[in-house]
């Protein structure tokens, strides 16, 4: 809440225009939209690189502790949002994360009823990284070359 709405840089233009070939029911659209809005850590309408590297930080840790490797999990989501999403790193859109999202649900299974199984995963997921570790990434500013993932109780000390 308060956050300013920042432009993205990307322009949506491209993504309006494949909008309609890549339509899915209001269920799917309603989680995807959450999904964006829980990946937009500093809450200002936009997908940063270190957004998107910070929450699958969290996420591999909850998945593999003390033992997860933070310099592949940033080298791998740092290469994912500048292959398919920007490649100078700018912010993005929610239409760019949309049309990225279906793009990738579609060559996983081109059911709908089965993305949605997906999507309600990823979210769930998200969701309880945000909760698990000690501090709210979501009101608190944070620059991804300099903060370090957050320690959870029980997961790599506290």
Same mark, same amino acid.
């Given at each position: 809440?308060?956050?300013?709405?920042?432009?993205?840089?990307?322009?949506?233009?491209?993504?309006?225009?494949?909008?309609?070939?890549?339509?899915?029911?209001?269920?799917?659209?309603?989680?995807?939209?959450?999904?964006?809005?829980?990946?937009?850590?500093?809450?200002?309408?936009?997908?940063?690189?270190?957004?998107?590297?910070?929450?699958?930080?969290?996420?591999?840790?909850?998945?593999?502790?003390?033992?997860?490797?933070?310099?592949?999990?940033?080298?791998? =989501?740092?290469?994912?949002?500048? #292959?398919? *999403? $920007? +490649? %100078?790193?700018?912010?993005?859109?929610?239409?760019?994360?949309?049309? =990225?999202?279906?793009?990738?649900? #579609?060559? *996983? $299974? +081109? %059911?709908?009823?089965?993305?949605?199984?997906?999507?309600?995963?990823?979210?769930?997921?998200?969701?309880?990284?945000?909760?698990?570790?000690?501090?709210?990434?979501?009101?608190?500013?944070?620059?991804?070359?300099?903060?370090?993932?957050?320690?959870?109780?029980?997961?790599?000390?506290?």
């Amino acid at each position: 809440m308060g956050a300013t709405q920042s432009p993205c840089h990307t322009p949506c233009v491209e993504a309006e225009k494949e909008e309609v070939e890549m339509g899915r029911g209001p269920q799917l659209e309603a989680m995807t939209k959450e999904l964006f809005n829980l990946h937009d850590l500093n809450g200002n309408g936009s997908l940063e690189e270190g957004e998107l590297v910070h929450m699958n930080e969290m996420i591999a840790v909850l998945h593999t502790g003390e033992m997860t490797d933070i310099d592949a999990v940033k080298t791998k =989501y740092s290469g994912i949002f500048r #292959d398919q *999403l $920007d +490649p %100078d790193g700018d912010s993005v859109c929610f239409e760019k994360f949309r049309m =990225y999202t279906f793009k990738e649900l #579609d060559r *996983l $299974d +081109p %059911d709908e009823h089965a993305q949605t199984m997906i999507v309600a995963q990823l979210i769930a997921e998200a969701t309880l990284a945000l909760e698990t570790f000690s501090y709210s990434v979501k009101t608190k500013p944070w620059n991804l070359n300099t903060q370090g993932v957050p320690k959870a109780a029980g997961i790599g000390g506290a």
